[in-house]
T-cell receptor
Framework: DTGVSQNPRHKITKRGQNVTFRCDPISEHNRLYWYRQTLGQGPEFLTYFQNEAQLEKSRLLSDRFSAERPKGSFSTLEIQRTEQGDSAMYLC???????????????FGPGTRLTVT | AQTVTQSQPEMSVQEAETVTLSCTYDTSESDYYLFWYKQPPSRQMILVIRQEAYKQQNATENRFSVNFQKAAKSFSLKISDSQLGDAAMYFCAYRSQNRGYGGSQGNLIFGKGTKLSVKP
């Protein structure tokens, strides 16, 4: 399977703990996105990478959140001092860079469901 | 800022019938893209169909078609000959035209979704 993969699929943690999620994009994709989806809502954009450079961050990404994409391959999203409000599905998507007008499709991973108790 | 509104939290359709899901959006941009994504239960989101705002012709993908009304900022999805496998959450999404470095980099803005049930 050469789709986007995310690990772990589920994470339960206690409030105040740190957690880290991993996303492995489709190998030739140079763009990588992180979204957060809470119950009953659509995904909300968190941050975006082009290769290894983090080019855009949403205001939703507080200073407790940090994302990296070393060497432009996999990406990690870390949440420090988790809060109950961080409970959500964290989705990763990847795409090729757009050439000309047409944006390439974003392919989504299965997500990591975080529960903060 | 752009917003996407899906006013139907849930919809139901009989197998083999046709259903239309509604989506409206707000933007001051003239060039953008619109998408419908499908999220089956416990499975990952997949793209159903997309529409370029500069194209007047409505997009079609097999049983899925859209009714794009740019002036009204409306973008509905029609599913014909509904199948049991169509049951899922459907999300309407907006994307700005890629402005390259420093501009909007293509993140999607989603609506809250419509849960579609298909009755056998």
């Amino acid at each position: 399977d050469t789709g986007v993969s995310q690990n772990p699929r589920h994470k339960i943690t206690k409030r105040g703990q740190n957690v880290t999620f991993r996303c492995d994009p489709i190998s030739e994709h140079n763009r990588l996105y992180w979204y957060r989806q809470t119950l009953g809502q659509g995904p909300e954009f968190l941050t975006y990478f082009q290769n290894e450079a983090q080019l855009e961050k949403s205001r939703l990404l507080s200073d407790r959140f940090s994302a990296e994409r070393p060497k432009g391959s996999f990406s990690t999203l870390e949440i420090q001092r988790t809060e109950q409000g961080d409970s959500a599905m964290y989705l990763c998507a990847s795409s090729l860079g757009a050439l000309g007008r047409m944006p390439y499709e974003q392919y989504f991973g299965p997500g990591t469901r975080l529960t903060v108790t | 800022a752009q917003t996407v509104t899906q006013s139907q939290p849930e919809m139901s359709v009989q197998e083999a019938e046709t259903v239309t899901l509604s989506c409206t959006y707000d933007t001051s941009e003239s060039d953008y893209y619109l998408f419908w994504y499908k999220q089956p239960p416990s499975r990952q989101m997949i793209l159903v169909i997309r529409q370029e705002a500069y194209k007047q012709q409505n997009a079609t993908e097999n049983r899925f078609s859209v009714n794009f009304q740019k002036a009204a900022k409306s973008f509905s999805l029609k599913i014909s000959d509904s199948q049991l496998g169509d049951a899922a959450m459907y999300f309407c999404a907006y994307r700005s035209q890629n402005r390259g470095y420093g501009g909007s980099q293509g993140n999607l803005i989603f609506g809250k979704g419509t849960k579609l049930s298909v009755k056998p």
